[in-house]
């Protein structure tokens, strides 16, 4: 029978997704911390390397180290630096000289076998001469010789072969045997922007919407919309999300506050799409035409900025879909179509699509929108409501678009189950919405934290969402402005991609009764807002999330999502983590160190004593080190326990640069 474990077992390999059926995920500048399990019988030492090739065929071998758990792991840092698909595998093998080295430390001085370790060394010495060559393969032979020189006291030759130059050789050229390779794994490697970005949403709508003498209003065009993007780059976005562009249905169109009864100039809720305008591949005619959007998208770019478009895949009841393709959707037997509910809610808005029916024709033509406004110059798609939708459409889409242009990105709103919010990023999906706004206390965010940046982070690359057009939540209602700045310190800096909707930076916490959104939302209205008015009146805290979103740009490792460790503080709403890259892998070539420490209670002032794990930063235990606060400007001298007051009224949070002390 053969067997399937090797000579040298090389087991659970990360990183992989649950039964390997799907390439693993990340991005161009990742720092991945590839792991095996690697053993063999009886007490001799093993070697073991991580083999990576890269799309372009090159081959890079990083020795693994063992994490000395007690579980047999190895890992490896590496970088990758290259899209397309990585393959890798795991290397073990039989480190005879390290079996050798440590039988012989405890042997010779001990007069034990002397001759006969010495004999052993200096073979491998001379098994490594002949795989060097120049000065490696003289400086190992001539260690062979004096090793194996009886005439020599055995403690002398001992000490000679322990020469730092000798070893370094060795390592370069150490003796393998018994060697055995793991399978072969991929590593799909996308761009930068597929994990890592800071995302704000804002209603084009509503950006230089002005309201008429008799109440009625003139919307926003994609031209005024224009003039905001100036200040949101100035902040520090990367990219701009736009909700539904394309004409909004007026059957059953929603009044203001999800209200049946809309008054006459209601705009309607964009994610009811199409009317008698047009469908999915049009623009709402307020707003301007496809031209207007194509001038938009390019002086976005011009800005700094790449537009996500939303993809919602649905349609009013005036949609163009629902008499030309009546089979998309699902026919009630009083022979009514279905609306979208999600009880106690009702989208009577809102026709849901039924992929059943004609499968293939509605691939078609979804693959048709989305070509359109690739070709408009859109490559960031927000995919609204995606587990809604059949997985195997998602899995096909994404792999059919990403095969003929490689750097789209798909991000899902899944709100729902933790199983499908997985499948969803396990089949395709470059990132998505997470738990992230309702995790707030202590307790909850670290479990969350944990989670997000361990096993699954082979698979789902999550967004950090502070508000939504539907998502105000409780925290933030009652929490005032050390709520708001908390939670946008915890996103921007936790993980690689956060988001915020416009008006959190206005801190707008009035909630409708009852619910977990704003009155007056904006989705059933226009909300044109005095930024302006704001700034002289010093009511926003965007100079606060510009500072956010400066820290992230200059400190790589808050980009890393693998990077993340959980340390402790005395105190249970002292939130404290730490994120570290090492210097080989930084354009400056120095450790990049990041701590954040937070008071997750907004109502109060806290002090504790903070733990922190020096080895998580680079450092040993009872090293003092500089910490610089990038938010206050203040500087003090840690350890490994340290006292931290942050009363939530001045600032909430510490973000702190690790710099090693002079002392």
């Known amino acids: 029978m053969d067997v ?46 991580l083999v990576l090739r890269s799309p372009s065929g090159r081959e890079r071998r990083v020795p693994m180290e063992p994490l000395g758990d007690g579980f047999d792991r190895w890992r490896a840092l590496a970088q990758v630096d290259d899209r397309g698909t990585w393959r890798w595998h795991v290397e073990a093998w039989a480190d005879e000289w390290a079996t050798w080295h440590h039988n012989a430390e405890i042997k010779i001085p001990a007069d034990i076998d002397t001759e006969l370790m010495a004999t052993i060394g200096a073979q491998l010495l001379s098994r490594a001469a002949k795989s060097a060559t120049g000065a490696d393969a003289t400086l190992l032979a001539g260690a062979a010789k004096a090793l194996g020189d009886s005439r020599a006291p055995i403690l002398q030759r001992w000490a000679s072969v322990n020469d730092p130059a000798i070893l370094d050789a060795v390592d370069r050229h150490r003796p393998r045997s018994l060697e055995t390779a793991s399978a072969e794994l991929e590593l799909r490697v996308e761009r930068t922007r597929a994990a890592v970005g800071a995302w704000y949403e804002f209603f084009p709508r509503s950006e230089g919407a002005v309201r008429r003498s008799d109440g009625t209003w003139r919307s926003g065009t994609f031209e005024t919309a224009a003039k905001r993007l100036p200040a949101v780059k100035a902040m520090g976005f990367d990219v701009l999300y736009l909700p539904p562009v394309h004409p909004i249905g007026e059957v059953n169109r929603k009044g203001r506050n999800n209200t049946l009864t809309p008054q006459p100039g209601d705009p309607g809720s964009p994610w009811a799409i199409g009317s008698k305008h047009g469908g999915h591949d049009a623009i709402h005619p307020d707003l301007g035409t496809i031209d207007d959007f194509r001038a938009f998208v390019a002086k976005a770019a011009d800005a700094g900025l790449e537009v996500a478009m939303d993809l919602a895949l649905q349609a009013a009841p005036d949609h163009p879909w629902v008499t030309e393709h009546p089979e998309w959707f699902t026919t009630l037997p009083d022979g009514s179509i279905a609306f979208a509910e999600n009880p106690p809610k009702k989208y009577q808005d809102i026709y849901p699509i039924n992929f059943d029916n004609d499968p293939e024709g509605i691939v078609a033509e979804v693959r048709r929108i989305i070509d359109q406004w690739i070709a408009c110059g859109v490559r960031i798609f927000r995919v609204d409501n995606p587990h809604t939708k059949p997985l195997w459409f998602w899995e096909r889409t994404i792999r059919e678009v990403n095969e003929e242009h490689g750097d789209i990105v798909f991000l ?36 969350y934290l944990q989670e997000v940046s361990g096993e699954q982070a082979a698979w789902f690359k999550p967004a950090f969402w502070v508000n939504t057009p539907d998502i105000l939540t409780e925290y933030l209602q009652f929490g005032g402005v050390p709520a708001f700045k908390v939670r946008a310190a915890i996103a921007a ?119 922190l794990d020096l080895t998580k930063l680079g450092l040993r235990p009872g090293d003092r080190f500089e910490a610089h606060d990038l938010i206050s400007g203040e500087t003090w001298t840690w350890s490994d326990h340290n006292f931290v007051r942050l009363d939530a009224f001045v600032e909430p949070a510490h973000i702190i640069h690790v710099r090693r002390s002079e002392a």
């Open 493 to 611: 800096t936790a993980v690689p991609t956060w988001g915020m909707y416009a008006g959190y930076e206005l801190i707008e916490a009035v909630a409708r009764p009852g619910a977990e959104e704003a009155i007056d939302n904006e989705k059933y209205e226009y909300k044109p807002r005095d930024w302006e008015q704001a700034e002289r009146n010093g009511t926003t805290i965007a100079p606060y999330i510009t500072r956010l979103n400066e820290i992230r740009a200059e400190h790589p490792a808050i980009r890393q999502l693998w990077a993340l460790d959980v340390h402790w503080s005395d105190d249970d709403a002292v939130l404290v983590y730490s994120k570290r890259v090492e210097g080989r892998f930084t354009e400056t070539g120095e450790d990049d160190t990041i701590i954040v420490i937070a008071n997750v209670d907004p109502h109060s002032a806290r002090q504790t004593t903070v733990h």
């Open 412 to 447: 899902a709103e899944a709100f729902t189950r933790p199983a499908v919010m997985q499948a969803l990023g396990k089949v395709g999906f470059q990132q998505s919405y997470t738990y992230f706004a309702w995790r707030n206390t202590k307790a909850e965010l670290e479990e």
């Open 4 to 49: 399937l474990s090797g000579r040298i077992p090389v087991l659970d390999l990360y990183p992989q997704q649950p039964g390997n059926t799907f390439p693993a995920k990340a991005v161009e500048g990742d720092v991945i911390p590839f792991r095996a399990v690697a053993f063999r019988e009886g007490h001799d030492r093993i070697g073991v390397t």
